[in-house]
């Protein structure tokens, strides 16, 4: 089960797409935080599951006020990868907003983590690739599947 992914993913489809049709598909009543949605008492558990165990991809912080889905390759630079699982990592606040990604120390991070070769294909990745409306349906019902599990886990 692809947990961090998926908790990934739907924070960056709310970034896109607005919390409001996101949530939909976690939970009756929301209020624009995933934690919430998941009744998770304990941010920092919770991101230290979401993370598998690591920190912010850049920096390597296990501590941070709100994380983020950070993409290697950004959405606008690169939108075919947004739903890339090599292209989304867990990142910091202060990665992702205030150091526009913190890129360098994310490249250094992402070649211990996945290597070289899949880092140079991401990069060489310049597919165009409109989701259509069934992808994305799909992409959404594997995310709703996956979150129920997650919310189950966490509730242990
Ligand atoms: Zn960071």
């Not at 797409?17 to 209020?31: D, F, L």
């Not at 989304?88 to 907003?97: A, E, G, P, T």
């Not at 211990?112 to 070769?117: F, P």
Request: with cysteine; charged share 25%; glycine share 6%.
């Amino acid at each position: 089960m692809k947990i961090k992914t998926l908790a990934l993913e739907l924070e960056q489809m709310a970034m896109q797409k607005g919390w409001k049709e996101v949530t939909a598909m976690i939970a009756p009543h929301h209020h624009g935080d995933l934690l919430e949605s998941l009744d998770v008492t304990d941010a920092a558990e919770f991101a230290r599951r979401l993370a598998n165990g690591e920190g912010c991809i850049s920096c390597g912080t296990y501590n941070a006020d709100s994380w983020h889905a950070g993409h290697y390759r950004t959405t606008a630079a690169a939108s075919q990868l947004r739903f890339h699982h090599d292209n989304i990592h867990l990142q910091c606040h202060s990665c992702n907003v205030h150091k526009s990604g913190n890129i360098e120390l994310y490249r250094i991070n992402l070649v211990k983590k996945i290597g070289e070769t899949r880092i140079l294909s991401l990069e060489n990745n310049n597919d165009t690739h409109r989701y259509s409306r069934e992808e994305l349906s799909t992409i959404r019902a594997t995310a709703r599947a996956e979150l129920r599990a997650l919310k189950q886990l966490v509730a242990v």
